[in-house]
């Protein structure tokens, strides 16, 4: 290696370290498990670029052995950690059973088949760890993509950080094959596509970190409606419409979710209308941690919210998900009072849960279902109800049975199979 090109990778590394060094400043700040992997990801690349751009081997001269264990390994782990944070930042979890399993799956597989990679004869172990590598990075990139498709409007940067990761992969082990065989100038374009690449994905992570992180109750989320500071009433239905259209396309299922606040009034005799507004606030916080920072929530009017959940793994989860939300809004909020001091105010309310098929009528109709069924769940014990699939009626969500539609239609569809015979 030489002086050039060794600067030029330090001044990578350097700007790598930089993004690693403020986001261990802010894990420092604001302690959490999402921001621990996140600095985990940072300095699993820049390790990453140390070891297989030759100034690990420049710097401290390792065996050779132990540099080609590094090499065979750094990649597969890194691009695991990728796949592990993915997940999470995705919510995969919640919006799509493949997404969720195949993230998983290469997490844990990609490491394992490193470790088998050095079985291998040596003069192979590099060129599997980098196919091994560059099959991660370009299923994660597929996914990242798949779900800006599904309506995540943050995954297409991210799709395109993870696109540079392929070109920078692939460099950096033809560097660690063929030490010092590229030219200044393509080394240069690894150096970029993999400063940029982290940067990118950096931007976005932060970006969505920020979201969730203002979703907390003593926060606001970012929105249009002045006191609440989620999404306005025109707004949401424009969002609905957009996904309505996207859902055709896809044929992915989706939920709409509508709360409804029974005593405004009393609460505002209560605590005033400052207090009242504290209220709100938390009231669309709560509902947006329940549904995650991927999917929008808005202020239909003035006691009621709304929020659209744009994919669903199956019919059933919203049976979780509507006893999670209701357990969550029945606890006491504490608000200032008139005399400034903090005072505890139970909020009467009531969840209307709707399952949207790919093909679903009208925004407006379906609007207007969810807050009738929030209204229906103010007699309910649970709070949270649905629309029965088999006869429509308004059912407490822990009743419905997403499955009997199903069965229905399958035996009609027999019957008429067996007509025609």
């Known amino acids: 290696m030489d002086k050039l090109t060794l600067m030029l990778w330090c001044m990578a590394l350097g700007a790598i370290g930089a993004v690693a060094l403020a986001r261990t400043g802010d894990l420092a700040g604001r302690p959490s498990v999402a921001k621990l ?3 985990g990801y940072h300095v699993s690349v820049f390790l990453l670029v140390l070891v297989l751009s030759g100034v690990l081997r420049h710097a401290a001269q390792p065996g050779p ?3 080609q264990l590094l090499q065979v390994l750094a990649g597969p782990v890194c691009v695991a950690l990728a796949s592990f944070w993915i997940h999470g930042w ?4 919640e919006r799509d059973r493949l997404m969720a399993a195949v993230l998983r799956l290469s997490a844990f597989a990609l490491p394992l088949l490193a470790l088998a990679i050095l079985r291998l004869p040596e003069d192979q172990q ?4 980098a196919a091994l590598s560059l099959a991660g990075s370009a299923l994660a990139c597929w996914l990242t ?3 800006w498709i599904l309506g995540d409007r943050l995954a297409l940067a991210m799709a395109a950080g993870c696109m540079l990761t392929l070109p920078a992969l692939a460099g950096l082990y033809a560097l660690a094959m063929h030490p010092g065989a590229g030219s200044p100038l393509a080394q240069a374009g690894v150096a970029l596509a993999a400063t940029v690449s982290n940067a990118l994905t950096g931007r976005m992570l932060w970006r969505r970190e920020r979201h969730a992180w203002r979703t907390r109750e003593t926060g606001s989320v970012p929105a249009v409606d002045p006191v609440t500071r989620v999404h306005s009433s025109a707004a949401l239905v424009h969002r609905l419409v957009q996904s309505q259209q996207r859902r055709r396309r896809t044929r992915r299922e989706g939920a709409l979710v509508a709360v409804t606040v029974f005593d405004a009034d009393r609460i505002a005799t209560q605590v005033g209308a400052a207090g009242l507004h504290e209220v709100w606030m938390t009231v669309a916080a709560r509902l947006q941690r329940q549904v995650g920072v991927v999917n929008p ?5 003035d006691r009621c919210f709304v929020a659209l959940v744009e994919t669903i793994p199956a019919p059933g989860w919203l049976r979780g998900l509507g006893l999670r939300l209701a357990r969550s809004l029945r606890r006491p909020i504490e608000v200032t009072g008139r005399d400034g001091e903090p005072v505890r105010v139970q909020v009467d309310v009531g969840i209307g849960v709707v399952h949207l ?3 679903h009528p009208e925004v407006e109709d379906v609007l207007d279902q969810a807050q009738r069924l929030a209204e229906a769940a103010r007699g309910m014990h649970s709070r949270a109800a649905t629309a029965d699939p088999a006869s429509g009626r308004p059912v407490p969500i822990e009743e419905a049975r997403w499955g009997r539609r199903q069965r229905r239609r399958r035996e009609r569809r027999a019957d008429a199979r067996l007509a025609l015979q």
Do not use: E, I, N, T
């Open 90 to 93: 995705l919510a995969a979890g």
């Open 126 to 129: 590099l060129p599997a760890a």
């Open 357 to 359: 098929p790919a093909f």
């Open 65 to 67: 052995a132990r540099l």
């Open 297 to 301: 929530v808005g202020r239909y009017w």
């Open 37 to 39: 992997r996140v600095v």
């Open 145 to 147: 993509f798949r779900a």
